[in-house]
Each structure stands twice: as C-alpha cells, then as structure tokens.
C-alpha cells in the first residue's frame, strides 16, 4: 500500500508545468527551480525530482518511466508470491513422500 502524498496532484502537476517553462527561458532558467519552489511551498529537492521523473517519463531524459517502475513493482511482488508459494508446496511434497515412505501398522 502506497503512502498518503504530502502534495496534492494539482500542485504537484502545476510546480512541474512551472519549472519545465521556467527553465526553457534563458533568462528565468537559473534558480528556477528553487524559486518555484519557495513561491510554491514546496521543498526545492523534491521539485527536482518532480520535474526528472517528468522529464524521464516524456522521454526527454533516460530512466525508468513511473508507468515502468509501477509495472516492475508488480512483477517483483507476484515474483515473491510465486516463491512462497513454491516453498509451501515443496515443504508439503516431503512432508507426503515422508508419509508414504513410513510403513504402516
């Protein structure tokens, strides 16, 4: 389960909007970050990290889009599933040959 976000989606879109103009203008591109980011409330690291993850999921910048980490978490998840699930049948399968194995009376 995902934890509850410290900002809503809209500001969060807007401050990526922001930074994004901001910084294809040459003469508002230096500090724009930190700036939005004081204006906005929001703490400068993680507006630059917003607008990465944005930048990465336009495929304007290499890395791993947020639809692909989503995607990876899901198999990794199933993935720990499928193990546990093997172990219990294994721990089951010994636990039957032991008993078939064990002459009866």
Do not use: C
């Not at 401050?15 to 939005?36: H, Q, S």
């Not at 630059?48 to 978490?73: I, M, S």
């Amino acid at each position: 389960m995902a934890a509850p976000r410290k900002y809503p989606d809209e500001l969060r879109e807007r401050a990526i909007r922001m930074a994004v103009d901001a910084r294809r203008d040459p003469t508002t591109k230096n500090g724009a970050l930190k700036r939005i980011a004081g204006q906005l409330g929001i703490n400068p690291e993680t507006l630059r990290n917003w607008v990465v993850q944005a930048e990465v999921d336009a495929g304007d910048r290499p890395g791993t889009t947020t639809d692909d980490a989503a995607r990876l978490a899901e198999l990794e998840k199933e993935v720990r599933e499928l193990r546990r699930a093997n172990a219990i049948l294994r721990s089951a399968s010994a636990f039957f040959a032991a008993e078939l194995d064990r002459p009866s009376h």
